[in-house]
Nanobody, 125 residues
Framework: VQLQASGGGLVQAGGSLRLSCAAS????????MAWFRQAPGKEREFVAA????????TYGDSVKGRFTISRDNAENTVTLQMNNLKPEDTAVYYCAAGTSIITSTQHMGAQYDYWGQGTLVTVSS
């Protein structure tokens, strides 16, 4: 499985960006897909996850109410709509797919099997 993330860029505080993650390769059997981010000098942070079958979503506390994760089964694509962006949202954003994740571990990066290459989001103040 290969994951290709796109959509990053430079935006002013208060603006919006939409990230996409396209999955390809052998039969796609992810149970969860998620977005994580890592800012310079900081640890990787959970952003959002979506359960492929039910579309149930979960968000990190810092992005609740501002970010929305969704998926398109037909296109094997997950998107992250980011609104009201803040300078502290500046990071490299990674999409990930997990085939054996359970609800209680969906926020844990180590549980994910496949990772995209990352896309940089820069929010200026």
């Amino acid at each position: 499985v290969q994951l290709q993330a796109s959509g990053g860029g430079l935006v002013q505080a208060g603006g919006s960006l939409r990230l996409s993650c396209a999955a390809s390769g052998r039969t796609f059997s992810a149970r969860y897909m998620a977005w994580f981010r890592q800012a310079p000098g900081k640890e990787r942070e959970f952003v959002a996850a979506i359960k492929w079958s039910s579309r149930h979503t979960t968000y990190g506390d810092s992005v609740k109410g501002r970010f929305t994760i969704s998926r398109d089964n037909a296109e094997n694509t997950v998107t992250l709509q980011m609104n009201n962006l803040k300078p502290e949202d500046t990071a490299v954003y990674y999409c990930a797919a997990g085939t054996s994740i359970i609800t209680s571990t969906q926020h844990m990066g180590a549980q994910y099997d496949y990772w995209g290459q990352g896309t940089l989001v820069t929010v200026s103040s």
